[in-house]
């Protein structure tokens, strides 16, 4: 087993950088304390925003989980097929 092929999705900047953006646009510390209005869909604005922002993070996780990680068993299930 090649030890390069194991990805290591830890060591990618550009995951954690995602990651963080995610994150600050989440908490809504960009608004005013007073932001209540406009109302969408029955959600100020700073709730929705952060609401949409939360969706967009696990759907990221998600992503990453799926395409980013290379487990370690999977291979090993191969090479017990491949004998």
Same mark, same amino acid.
């Given at each position: 087993?090649?030890? !390069?092929?194991? #990805?290591?999705?830890?060591?990618?900047? $550009?995951? $954690?950088?995602?990651?963080?953006?995610?994150?600050?646009?989440?908490?809504? $510390? &960009?608004?005013?304390?007073?932001?209540?209005?406009?109302?969408?869909?029955?959600?100020?604005?700073?709730?929705?925003?952060?609401?949409?922002?939360?969706?967009?993070?696990?759907? &990221?996780?998600?992503?990453?989980?799926?395409?980013? $990680? !290379?487990?370690?068993?999977?291979?090993?299930?191969?090479? #017990?097929?491949?004998?």
């Amino acid at each position: 087993m090649k030890q !390069n092929q194991i #990805k290591e999705p830890i060591r990618k900047v $550009w995951i $954690w950088i995602g990651l963080l953006l995610l994150v600050l646009a989440i908490v809504p $510390w &960009y608004f005013p304390s007073s932001a209540v209005e406009p109302i969408i869909l029955g959600f100020p604005l700073w709730a929705f925003i952060s609401t949409v922002f939360s969706i967009l993070l696990c759907g &990221y996780l998600s992503w990453l989980c799926v395409t980013q $990680w !290379n487990i370690v068993e999977d291979e090993e299930e191969q090479m #017990k097929g491949g004998e």
